[in-house]
């Protein structure tokens, strides 16, 4: 078991790529622990969704720049979301860019005896693997694949992934964690899966019923929130338990499965539906004929526990899938606005609910485990402050109605004192 | 698995395998239509229903000699003699696992990644146990998951021999199958089947047709290819004996005994021997071919 102790926390936290889906939903996890004191993303566009005390920086990915930032920072954890594994989300070009200059720029950044980063944490896709006819049924983390990458993304993903072994082996104090996901299903997740299983219909290629993989959006932040609290040297695979076929995804979203695809040349006939407007990658056509699965016991033994598995996460999407079309229009319409967030951050007329961003006043790690009578004994002997953050936090926990009592009792005790 | 750590371990991110992997298997979800690997119950239980069954209580009349050789619990690898264009015999072992055995058992059974490319056969066969034949496919399913996994080391040189060369054994590959065994620390358990090769006898292989469909082999059988597809499944009624050999115990040859090639080798050979030995003299009181 992996499990980072106290001095090996990490307390200051580096989010490259705040503005990709999964930086910006990982920041806000982070924000919720106290224990971390600092949380500093980086991208070169304002993030999409609210954060509260994660500071932004909009940067290249100049490894000069972001090296000032590391160290002025002093910043012992870097968690490197960025990498780009759909072929639709960019083109090649700029996916390459952002995926193997980019990890060069961020490795570089933290490498060197004198840096104060002890963790790297690195976002890498099931890709690495690749798909080929003879492949075992489960990858395990210490497959190494015998034939080169076939697609462009493929190959992005095998180039950073040797940068980041690379570099664990020229760092060997650190702690360096490569996590490989599998293909990742979510409400506001757009990805080459996403658009085939909202099609009407499920296709498949004739003849071809392949296996499938998949994870929950929120186990994605959840692990990288794992890794980043505990120590996990070394390539972890990251998918939902349970391996389904594609017939059966059809019949849980409740679709017919078509397997119209022609068996041969299905290149041709993706490369003809990305013309009629579907955008599906390249890298689609190999996992619809072969599949791919992987094994995801080593990240279970280091203590991460699924909260989905594949099948509950294709239900989800079925929810989803009957629900936005009801909702659309009202998703949340933040917009980063820089001055906004400086005056929210910086102005000493913004009344902060708990000062020095909670990491006093927030409740201390081992109140959850008390029971209320317990707790209330306790309650007397904090102060206002204190009494303040334990009271938002116990509304938004466990909002027992007694305990919430006791401590309404002590701030008008110290009111009125 | 302390050796798989050496063999396949990424030098860069070493791997901790100091906790064992098969407390961490997939629990059950009991609403799932097919499992992990791909097997769907139900049309396994279709198949067997009409096909199997027919074929092994009226075409075949199979008679199992010695079934609780294979282990009741635990994984288990079951090395067979190998014929027959489309071969009956995996199905036929199968069945009687399920028939006759006290505790009836699923069987795995590994087929070529050929299978896994081809359309049609990539879809059906892990519906109905077929696994491809990687190590590490074998490996979790003996030792994670103590499944039953059927092999045939001759592979497709088995079910390529013609009808002239019925019963006489191939070489058993480079003897993988023990190797395998050996890592799960199970034991293999030898089969000889009679029958299966005057049920599908091949008298020539058509080379030009194998060309044009892409497949394996294009065998020509009584029935095949002027019968059409169905051709192949024209099995002749052959008298089916299948007998399970005394178990062969991987466990107690010391610390990773697969380093030793020798040791692979002799173990093989002796297998291969011993179902040859069996398939002799099995034939030698078979009085008809389809009475038996």
């Known amino acids: 078991m992996a499990a980072g102790d106290a001095s090996s926390h990490s307390k200051r936290i580096l989010v490259t790529g705040l503005s990709t889906h999964w930086g910006g939903r990982l920041a806000q996890a982070l924000e919720q622990d106290p224990s971390v004191e600092a949380i500093i993303g980086i991208d070169r566009t304002p993030p999409k969704v609210e954060l509260v005390r994660t500071e932004f920086v909009q940067v290249s990915d100049a490894h000069s720049l972001i090296r000032r930032i590391v160290d002025a920072a002093e910043i012992d954890t870097i968690v490197d979301t960025r990498l780009v594994v759909d072929s639709i989300v960019t083109t090649p070009r700029r996916a390459h860019e952002n995926n193997v200059i980019g990890t060069m720029n961020i490795l570089a950044a933290c490498s060197g005896r004198d840096s104060p980063v002890r963790k790297v944490v690195v976002k890498s896709s099931a890709h690495y693997y690749g798909i080929e006819q003879d492949d075992p049924a489960f990858f395990t983390e210490d497959f190494r694949r015998k034939r080169p990458a076939r697609t462009p993304i493929e190959r992005d993903v095998v180039e950073a992934e040797e940068l980041v072994r690379d570099f664990a082996l020229h760092h060997p104090d650190r702690t360096v964690t490569v996590l490989r996901f599998c293909n990742g299903i979510g409400r506001a997740l757009r990805t080459s899966h996403s658009r085939l299983l909202a099609l009407p219909v499920v296709l498949g290629i004739l003849g071809f019923d392949p296996r499938y993989q998949f994870i929950h959006e929120d186990d994605i932040v959840g692990v990288l929130e794992h890794a980043t609290r505990h120590d996990l040297p070394g390539a972890y695979n990251a998918a939902g338990d349970g391996v389904l076929v594609l017939s059966e995804v059809a019949s849980l979203l409740g679709k017919p499965f078509a397997p119209v695809l022609p068996p041969w040349g299905t290149g041709v006939a993706l490369t003809a539906l990305r013309r009629a407007g579907l955008r599906v990658g390249p890298e689609v056509a190999r996992q619809l004929r072969f599949g791919r699965a992987v094994d995801n016991r080593r990240l279970k033994a280091a203590g991460y526990r699924y909260r989905y598995t594949s099948r509950e996460t294709i239900l989800k999407l079925r929810e989803h899938q009957r629900v936005d079309p009801l909702l659309r229009g009202t998703g949340s319409a933040y917009r980063y606005e820089r001055e906004v967030e400086e005056f929210l951050r910086r102005s000493p007329n913004v009344r902060r609910p708990a000062p020095a961003a909670g990491a006093i006043t927030a409740p201390p790690e081992g109140f959850d485990s008390l029971d209320a009578r317990d707790l209330i004994k306790l309650i007397p002997s904090l102060e206002p402050a204190a009494l303040e953050a334990l009271r938002e936090h116990e509304e938004t926990h466990r909002a027992r109605r007694t305990v919430l009592a006791a401590i309404d009792a002590n701030l008008v005790r110290h009111q009125t004192a | ?292």
């Open chain 2, 1 to 292: 698995m302390a050796e798989q750590r050496t063999s396949l371990a990424d030098p860069g991110l070493p791997a901790t395998r100091d906790v064992d992997l098969r407390d961490y298997l997939p629990g059950l979800e009991p609403e799932r239509q097919v499992n992990d690997w791909g097997r769907s119950e139900r049309i396994e239980g279709l198949l067997d229903r009409t096909a199997t069954e027919f074929l092994y209580r009226y075409w075949f009349r199979v008679e199992v000699e010695d079934i609780d050789h294979v282990p009741a619990q635990g994984g288990a690898l079951l090395v067979s003699n190998h014929a027959g264009a489309m071969p009956p015999d995996a199905t036929m072992i199968a069945k009687a696992i399920k028939e006759e055995h006290p505790r009836p058992r699923p069987l795995y059974l590994t087929v070529e990644h050929f299978f896994k490319g081809y359309p049609g056969f990539s879809m059906l066969l892990p519906k109905v146990g077929g696994v491809a034949a990687h190590p590490a496919n074998v490996h979790r399913l003996l030792y994670d998951e103590g499944e039953l996994v059927l092999v045939f080391p001759e592979g497709r040189k088995g079910t390529e021999k013609l009808y002239k060369d019925r019963y006489r054994l191939r070489r058993f590959g480079r003897g993988g199958f023990v190797e395998a065994a050996m890592r799960a620390r199970a034991p293999i358990v030898p089969i000889a089947v009679v029958g299966a090769e005057e049920a599908a006898p091949i008298f020539a292989h058509l080379t030009a047709l194998q060309k044009l469909t892409g497949l394996l082999y294009v065998p020509l059988t009584p029935t095949f290819p002027h019968g059409g597809l169905l051709g192949m499944l024209g099995y002749l009624p052959a008298k089916f004996r299948i007998r399970f050999l005394e178990p062969v115990r991987t466990d107690q040859l010391g610390d990773a005994p697969w380093e030793d090639k020798g040791l692979v080798q002799t173990i093989a050979h002796e297998i291969r021997t011993r179902i040859q030995e069996n398939l002799v003299d099995m034939l030698a009181q078979r009085r008809s071919v389809w009475f038996g």
